[in-house]
């Protein structure tokens, strides 16, 4: 890649560079320069003002793409509506729209723009926004337009078999091939307009030369041989000093033309490199984004000898202007993005002033948050985007979302201009309702903090913070407040909380473990019962080696009080299972089967202190099932349920009647025997009907989801990760 030299700052320059042409969605790379030479005295051209008549900073929208002496060229990319190029007036500060059909192209330092669609190219006076000239296509055939200057048009055609090209001028008074342009001149380029001159620069045998066109006569003159690399990366020279780079990989090189004494600046490895000189001082850095500090990140001068400024803190584009200043599009931390002019002040130094304002600040910044004040998980399932615009996305950003109640989070770094990139200026965090311990966003109030830290190192990090809820609809099992079930185990004597959660986006169910208890081994029976004491959470209840029966209720940290006693004498029971409403009161209720087989019914009171009825007898030969469990509600009647596994291995379906007594069973399947245990789970998938977890000898857990259909219940088991093989189901 190569860059465009600047003319020199003590006559008129027979500049280095190309024109303008700027087309549509397209973007034109420069061709390689040589250096510019002094030859004649430059048109004196007024200085343009640095604000409009009301003493307003100017608009900017989009990239500068060029400056006249009455105003300036932007280029704004806007995707799907095209592009739109604006003319902005010193005077007043009046942007004008161009019309564009096709392409709009620019000779830097002209007030003319030419436009052109698939008939004409139309060349308008932006001093006034008027069309001085219309050329017809049919005229320009093969040949490419570069801009014009006043209301003569330039263009360039290219011999496709040598690649020789020919510049073409098309004055009021006459049409010509500029004379004095090699025949075999290759990579023609134009620089800045100065009066009725243009400089030109172009190629012959690999040498790079630079002379005058005199637009009145057509006529190229003063050629001479650059003094720079062929291919230099980037370059610009003065009376008394020259600058460049050979590669973007290689020092700014800087010259006093006049000792011979040279310096060099480490650019590290330069993407669009600026390189401008006024008078000693060399102008440079890297015209992009950074995503690691740089030391050419900055737009700086420096003198042969040493001395240095700094004038920007970061850099987009560089223009000359036709008075011999330069025009920057770039910005400080101080003042924010916009055009600054550069020139040199009274004590010989280069200064910087901002002329014209876009509104952006060079500050990392972050707006007002896009996310909502609640968030229904429950609709949401796949998870949901929460944004933050930022004023620039080269950012390290940390983001950390606390449950207020709880204390736990869920924390992601992110690289919105890579890896997450979502959006032009739009951080997104795309989260999946789960936190950094795999579990489930529980319920509730959450604090948001966001950090973003510039990845060029350009100013202070930018915070923010805010709330928001989330909601899930509640789940009989759930200890967390989180809407997904929790499987309650006995690990050599431990007791663990599996959060199992599921991923709509991969059909797959995992649980996450949390001690939650020990010394669980002084019980012999422990069943989860839901809850049955009327508060918000599932409860449970142990049975000692005595036959005391006690109650542990949920509490708000996701596992259990501290016991209370219900009674004595519950060594009787071979069987308990709880957790199925079986009398339509809206309280779970507890079955257990004696050793004579008998089937007791103990109705939930939702008192704490008695959480359960007298025993009613509602049944006999119960002795023929070595494991029962209640279910809730898998048959589709509001009724709960209950499942019994015979000695053989066959499973039945016992359908409650809403009275506390059961239909006659339904077979559900055999094999069942190849289970050391297995007990119900609320609604692990969202559909609203309880599922069912079974466990072998060696730890393999099973799901079953319901189906909500009595005749078959449930689905093909899946795998249920994250079970252990000590672990024993409670419930």
Same mark, same amino acid.
């Given at each position: 890649?190569?860059?465009?030299?600047?003319?020199? $700052?003590?006559?008129?320059?027979?500049?280095?560079?190309?024109?303008?042409?700027?087309?549509?969605?397209?973007?034109?790379?420069?061709?390689?320069?040589?250096?510019?030479?002094?030859?004649?005295?430059?048109?004196?051209?007024?200085?343009?003002?640095?604000?409009?008549?009301?003493?307003?900073?100017?608009?900017?929208?989009?990239?500068?793409?060029?400056?006249?002496?009455? #105003?300036?060229?932007?280029?704004?990319?806007?995707?799907?509506?095209?592009?739109?190029?604006?003319?902005? $007036?010193?005077?007043?500060?009046?942007?004008?729209?161009?019309? !564009?059909?096709?392409?709009?192209?620019?000779?830097?330092?002209?007030?003319?723009?030419?436009?052109?669609?698939?008939?004409?190219?139309?060349?308008?006076?932006?001093?006034?926004?008027?069309?001085?000239?219309?050329?017809? !296509?049919?005229?320009?055939?093969?040949?490419?337009?570069?801009?014009?200057?006043?209301?003569?048009?330039?263009?360039?055609? %290219?011999?496709?078999?040598?690649?020789?090209?020919?510049?073409?001028?098309?004055?009021?008074?006459?049409?010509?091939?500029?004379?004095?342009?090699?025949?075999?001149?290759?990579?023609?380029?134009?620089?800045?307009?100065?009066?009725?001159?243009?400089?030109?620069?172009?190629?012959?045998?690999?040498?790079?030369?630079?002379?005058?066109?005199?637009?009145?006569?057509?006529?190229?003159?003063?050629?001479? $041989?650059?003094?720079?690399?062929?291919?230099?990366? +980037?370059?610009?020279?003065?009376?008394?000093?020259?600058?460049?780079?050979?590669?973007?990989?290689?020092?700014?090189?800087?010259?006093?033309?006049?000792?011979? =004494?040279?310096?060099?600046?480490?650019?590290?490895?330069?993407?669009?490199?600026?390189?401008?000189?006024?008078?000693?001082?060399?102008?440079?850095?890297?015209?992009?984004?950074?995503?690691?500090?740089?030391?050419?990140?900055?737009?700086?001068?420096?003198?042969? @000898?040493?001395?240095?400024?700094?004038?920007?803190? %970061?850099?987009?584009?560089?223009?000359?202007?036709?008075?011999?200043?330069?025009?920057?599009?770039?910005?400080?931390?101080?003042?924010?993005?916009?055009?600054?002019?550069?020139?040199?002040?009274?004590?010989?130094?280069?200064?910087?002033?901002?002329?014209?304002?876009?509104?952006?600040?060079?500050?990392? %910044?972050?707006?007002?948050?896009?996310?909502?004040?609640?968030?229904?998980?429950?609709?949401?399932?796949?998870?949901?985007?929460?944004?933050?615009?930022?004023?620039?996305?080269?950012?390290?950003?940390?983001?950390? /979302?606390?449950?207020?109640?709880?204390?736990?989070?869920?924390?992601?770094?992110?690289?919105?201009?890579?890896?997450?990139? =979502?959006?032009?200026?739009?951080?997104?965090?795309?989260?999946?309702?789960?936190?950094? @311990?795999?579990?489930?966003?529980?319920?509730?109030?959450?604090?948001?903090?966001?950090?973003? %830290?510039?990845?060029? &190192?350009?100013?202070?990090?930018?915070?923010? @913070?805010?709330?928001?809820?989330?909601?899930?609809?509640?789940?009989?099992?759930?200890?967390?407040?989180?809407?997904?079930?929790?499987?309650?185990?006995?690990? !050599?004597?431990?007791?663990?909380?599996?959060?199992?959660?599921?991923?709509? $986006?991969?059909?797959?169910?995992?649980?996450?473990?949390?001690?939650? #208890?020990?010394?669980?081994?002084?019980?012999?029976?422990?069943?989860?019962?839901?809850?049955?004491?009327?508060?918000?959470?599932?409860?449970?209840?142990?049975?000692?080696?005595?036959?005391?029966?006690?109650?542990?209720?949920?509490? @708000?940290?996701?596992?259990?009080?501290?016991?209370?006693?219900? #009674? &004595?004498?519950?060594?009787?029971?071979?069987?308990? +299972?709880?957790?199925?409403?079986?009398?339509?009161?809206?309280?779970?209720?507890?079955?257990?089967?004696?050793?004579?087989?008998?089937?007791?019914?103990?109705?939930?009171?939702?008192?704490?202190?008695?959480?359960?009825?007298?025993?009613?007898?509602?049944?006999?030969?119960?002795?023929?099932?070595?494991?029962?469990?209640?279910?809730?509600?898998?048959?589709?009647?509001?009724? #709960?349920?209950?499942?019994?596994?015979?000695?053989?291995?066959?499973?039945? /379906?016992?359908?409650?009647?809403?009275?506390?007594?059961?239909?006659?069973?339904?077979?559900?399947?055999?094999?069942?025997?190849?289970?050391?245990?297995?007990?119900?789970?609320?609604?692990?998938?969202?559909?609203?009907?309880?599922?069912?977890?079974?466990?072998?000898?060696?730890?393999?857990?099973? /799901?079953?989801?319901?189906?909500?259909?009595?005749?078959?219940?449930?689905?093909?088991?899946?795998?249920?990760?994250?079970?252990?093989?000590?672990?024993?189901?409670?419930?």
């Amino acid at each position: 890649m190569t860059l465009p030299l600047r003319p020199t $700052r003590r006559a008129l320059a027979v500049a280095a560079g190309t024109a303008l042409a700027v087309t549509a969605g397209v973007a034109l790379t420069p061709p390689a320069v040589a250096a510019p030479t002094a030859v004649a005295a430059p048109t004196a051209v007024a200085a343009p003002a640095a604000t409009d008549a009301t003493g307003q900073l100017l608009p900017l929208s989009g990239i500068i793409a060029g400056t006249g002496t009455s #105003g300036y060229l932007t280029r704004e990319d806007l995707g799907w509506e095209g592009v739109h190029f604006r003319w902005v $007036r010193y005077s007043d500060g009046t942007a004008t729209l161009i019309p !564009n059909d096709y392409t709009v192209r620019h000779v830097n330092g002209s007030d003319s723009v030419v436009s052109e669609d698939r008939v004409t190219a139309t060349i308008r006076d932006m001093t006034t926004g008027t069309v001085v000239r219309t050329v017809p !296509n049919s005229a320009l055939y093969q040949e490419f337009v570069l801009g014009a200057v006043g209301s003569t048009l330039l263009s360039l055609s %290219t011999d496709e078999t040598t690649g020789f090209q020919k510049l073409h001028v098309y004055r009021p008074d006459a049409t010509t091939v500029a004379t004095g342009l090699p025949s075999d001149a290759k990579r023609v380029g134009l620089g800045t307009a100065r009066g009725g001159t243009i400089a030109v620069d172009y190629e012959v045998d690999r040498v790079r030369y630079t002379a005058v066109l005199d637009l009145a006569t057509s006529t190229l003159s003063g050629a001479e $041989r650059s003094s720079f690399p062929l291919n230099a990366w +980037a370059g610009d020279q003065s009376e008394t000093t020259r600058a460049w780079q050979a590669n973007n990989n290689t020092p700014l090189l800087i010259e006093d033309l006049k000792s011979g =004494a040279r310096a060099s600046v480490d650019l590290g490895y330069t993407y669009r490199p600026v390189v401008r000189v006024l008078g000693d001082w060399a102008l440079f850095a890297d015209a992009r984004n950074f995503y690691e500090p740089s030391p050419a990140q900055a737009l700086r001068a420096r003198t042969v @000898s040493g001395d240095e400024v700094r004038l920007l803190d %970061t850099v987009t584009k560089a223009v000359d202007e036709p008075d011999g200043s330069l025009l920057v599009q770039g910005g400080t931390l101080a003042d924010g993005q916009g055009l600054y002019r550069i020139r040199l002040g009274a004590d010989g130094k280069p200064a910087a002033t901002r002329i014209a304002s876009n509104g952006k600040p060079v500050r990392l %910044t972050v707006g007002p948050s896009k996310i909502p004040a609640v968030l229904d998980l429950d609709k949401n399932r796949t998870g949901v985007n929460l944004d933050w615009p930022l004023s620039r996305l080269n950012a390290e950003v940390t983001v950390t /979302l606390r449950h207020q109640r709880t204390g736990e989070a869920r924390t992601a770094v992110l690289q919105p201009a890579s890896n997450d990139y =979502a959006a032009e200026n739009l951080l997104r965090f795309a989260w999946d309702g789960t936190l950094d @311990s795999g579990e489930r966003a529980f319920n509730g109030a959450y604090n948001w903090t966001l950090t973003a %830290t510039p990845q060029d &190192g350009l100013g202070p990090a930018a915070t923010a @913070s805010g709330s928001f809820t989330v909601t899930r609809k509640a789940n009989a099992s759930d200890l967390t407040d989180n809407g997904s079930p929790d499987l309650i185990v006995r690990n !050599n004597g431990n007791l663990d909380r599996l959060d199992l959660t599921h991923s709509t $986006r991969v059909p797959n169910f995992n649980t996450v473990r949390t001690e939650i #208890g020990y010394a669980w081994h002084i019980y012999d029976r422990v069943e989860t019962t839901r809850n049955i004491t009327g508060s918000a959470l599932p409860d449970l209840v142990a049975r000692d080696k005595k036959g005391g029966l006690w109650l542990y209720q949920g509490n @708000s940290t996701g596992g259990y009080g501290g016991r209370s006693w219900i #009674g &004595g004498g519950w060594q009787v029971y071979d069987q308990i +299972a709880a957790g199925s409403d079986l009398n339509r009161d809206g309280r779970p209720d507890l079955v257990a089967t004696d050793k004579t087989g008998a089937l007791w019914l103990y109705k939930g009171t939702g008192v704490t202190k008695a959480p359960f009825a007298p025993r009613t007898r509602i049944g006999h030969g119960w002795n023929t099932y070595d494991r029962i469990a209640a279910t809730g509600n898998i048959g589709g009647d509001p009724s #709960g349920d209950l499942v019994a596994r015979d000695r053989s291995g066959v499973l039945w /379906l016992y359908l409650g009647r809403g009275d506390g007594t059961f239909a006659a069973r339904t077979k559900i399947g055999g094999g069942w025997n190849t289970y050391a245990d297995f007990t119900s789970v609320a609604d692990a998938n969202g559909n609203g009907v309880d599922d069912l977890v079974g466990i072998n000898s060696l730890g393999d857990a099973k /799901l079953y989801l319901g189906t909500g259909n009595w005749t078959a219940p449930y689905t093909r088991p899946q795998e249920l990760n994250g079970v252990d093989y000590d672990d024993t189901l409670l419930g």
